[in-house]
Nanobody
């Protein structure tokens, strides 16, 4: 089992940058597929970005592609989300998610929250215009 703790949220202006961190408690962090999701008020939780455990390949939602970058540092048991050119529509609670050595179905399900067994408590990002 792994515990996930997000940090780095806050209030920023349109066009600003922000980096979220998600620290994992597991010593086998390198074996976890990691992802970021977000949930805006009144909306369903949506996929933002994912990074695999095997080759650190990445995937992004179309809405953030080119602006957000997910990365991981296995030595620090941490996954990051670098967010640039922030927009008001990026305002949401951002959640870190993890799944231990997911099976082959992960390739086609990485964007679904059901693909992840572990979740952080969330961190609020507010982008003000």
């Amino acid at each position: 089992q792994v515990q996930l703790i997000e940090s780095g949220g806050g209030l920023v202006q349109v066009g600003d940058s922000l980096r979220l961190s998600c620290a994992a408690s597991s010593r086998t962090f390198s074996s976890y597929a990691m992802a970021w999701f977000r949930q805006a008020p009144g909306k369903e939780r949506e996929f933002v970005a994912a990074i695999s455990w095997s080759d650190s390949s990445t995937n992004y939602a179309d809405s953030v592609k080119g602006r957000f970058t997910i990365s991981r540092d296995n030595a620090k048991n941490t996954v990051y989300l670098q967010m640039d050119s922030l927009k008001p529509e990026d305002t949401a609670v951002y959640y870190c998610a993890a799944d231990f050595e997911p099976g082959p179905e992960y390739i086609t399900h990485f964007y679904q929250d059901l693909a992840y067994n572990y979740w952080g408590q969330g961190t609020q990002i507010t982008v003000s215009s």
